[in-house]
């Protein structure tokens, strides 16, 4: 049995405008048993405007929060036309035998007020059960413009104060756009919020571009591009715009790069003379040094948490499969030895899993396993499940789907297994990376 519960100390405060205090509240409590989770029912009332401006976000914010929440699989909502009591001031008591008579064991409340282009946003969150409030209200100011990540942060507080575990919804997906017939597509690179909103194309599609990923910090992105006909390697400022080729190397193709924990050295692939290894390159000083030297593909490299390993694909064995190896080269140590074939490894942000792609017997599967191989479990069966991708909080993988002869698209599944579901995007999307938590 695994339990989730409420921890009583706050969260470091959101924009650091409110100093923590103690509460003392009885801990909510989410269980999970046999990996079959029961939701919490909670309810998220519209935020009560304090001024006339703030009634236009009113509803807005408390929606957002609560298609955060109700996303995870771990909250249920209950339903507003079900609420007995009414929330018209953000200072009003609770009226806690209401609520419980609706079956609500976590209630949620804020109030908005806005004036010109700020908005300033308060929300409290109740234990209805053993009704109290659980510890001190929020409050935190920002551009009318963010006023979803108002929202996504006031998510990140709840879900965080009620799971024990950080949240995820503040953060964005950077993915592949796909337009036009499928015989012709033209591919984008995009950015995105992690709910599928606050669309942005970051390459104009004229040359194809594929797997982009995220900095340690999120303020730049690798992915890989055939602008000069051949793969090569692009790094762009997410804030600018600006980019550049980096890691060339005479007479190969470069490609599948990722970033160090450092944020400085980055390691990818590259094809010459027939042999496809493993290299690792300073950004600070341009140097770059060869990992692997095989008669195989290596490809795909991810690095541990800590910086100090690199899991990686490679055929060596006869198909591919999963290697891990010092992020300095050396003795790899295969760890994948399931039937059927592995590849796209990326190391959990926890550091105790690596999810993984795995095809076998006409099917593709998104999987974890222990760094060092075992407990393997599959989390998906499809015609096409590939390329997964970690959650800041390494709680939920997100990667791409494709049915056959139909269209890619982005999915996110639970590290249980659980709560499959499809994340919304304007058209066909593939190639998902998810990015950190914004500052």
Known sequence: MIRFFLFLPLLALLMGLIAPQPAQAQPLRLQITEGVIEPMPFAMPAFVPENSAGSEYSDRLARVVAANLSNTGLFREIPRDAHIARVS???????????????????????????????????RLFDVLSGQQVGEGLQFSGSTQNWRRMAHKISDAVYSRITGEDGYFDSRVVFISESGPRGNRTKRLAIMDQDGENVQFLTDGRALVFAPRFSPNGDRILYTTYETGAPRIALMNTQTGQRQLVGDIPGAQTFSPRFAPDGDALVFSAARGGNTDLYRMSLSSGQISQLTSSPSIATSPSFSPDGRFITFESDRSGTSQIYVMPATGGEAQRISFGQGRYSTPVWSPRGDLIAFTKSHAGRFHIGVMRRDGSEERLLTASFLDEGPTWAPNGRVIMFTREAQGGDPALFSVDITGRNLRRVPTQGPASDPAWGPLLP
Request: aromatic fraction near 12%.
């Open 89 to 123: 001031s953000f200072d009003a008591s609770i009226s806690y035998s209401d609520w419980r008579a609706i079956n609500v064991q976590a209630l949620i409340t804020g109030a908005v007020s806005v004036s010109g282009d700020r908005m300033t946003v308060k929300f």
